[in-house]
């Protein structure tokens, strides 16, 4: 039976798509018609971060209960997590073309921090496959995820904001909603929002079945 919250969050994604492409939005220099581009690439990073945050939760969570469970929904987490940095980085990238002129540029702090805590993730998940014993990897992936989040919140939210970046709300520049966040754009980002994350959710709540299930397996 689907529940209530998993229709909830498919319904603002479809009016997000729809709404987000026929509402009008404000006429602004350089950015113009991509400032839609803040219903995806915007909501998808909250996406990410909430999977991040979950995902160290569980491994406070394992570190004080010894429950594998705990460990399980943890990797988990990060794997959402991590799958939603891949259109995070692409909806970013596309935004930066159209906007600054290029793909990709290293002068700007906040995306060398979004690669750098990408490649932390990545270094997570090779931590755990090399190591056999179950316990032990779940209590050292554990105090590793910690370290991850931290790092990452370190390159991607206070880096940023101390030094010299093209971000919004970052090295001086405005914040969206000081200069372009109208009513307008608001009642398709907050639902945005809420819809990506219930969505990453969603994903959680199958694989964490999925991987639990072949857990009980591999036990018998």
């Known amino acids: ?56 939760w569980f491994a406070v969570k394992h570190l004080s209960k010894n429950d594998i469970k705990s460990d399980i929904l943890s990797n ?41 805590a990408v490649l932390i993730y990545l270094a997570y998940f090779i931590l755990r496959s090399s190591i056999a014993d179950e316990l032990k990897r779940a209590r050292i992936s554990a105090v590793y995820n910690i370290f991850a989040f931290v790092m990452m919140n370190v390159f991607i939210m206070i880096l940023p904001r101390i030094t010299d970046s093209l971000h919004p709300g970052n090295g001086g520049n405005a914040k969206f909603a000081q200069y372009d966040m109208d009513s307008q754009l608001r009642t398709v980002f907050y639902p945005a929002v809420i819809g990506w994350v219930l969505i990453s959710l969603w994903i959680l709540d199958i694989k964490n079945r999925m991987a639990i299930l072949k857990h009980k397996r591999d036990e018998e």
């Open 76 to 116: 988990q987490a990060a794997q959402v997590g991590l799958f939603f940095s891949i259109p995070g980085l692409l909806t970013g990238c596309m935004w930066a073309r159209f906007t600054w002129g290029t793909w990709w540029t290293f002068e700007d702090p906040k995306l060398n921090g979004v690669a750098i």
């Open 1 to 56: 039976m689907i529940k209530w919250w998993k229709i909830l969050g498919a319904s603002l994604i479809l009016y997000t798509i729809v709404w987000g492409l026929l509402n009008n939005v404000p006429r602004l220099d350089i950015l113009n018609e991509t400032i839609r581009n803040v219903y995806y690439h915007v909501p998808i990073w909250f996406a990410m971060l909430f999977q991040m945050g979950v995902s160290v």
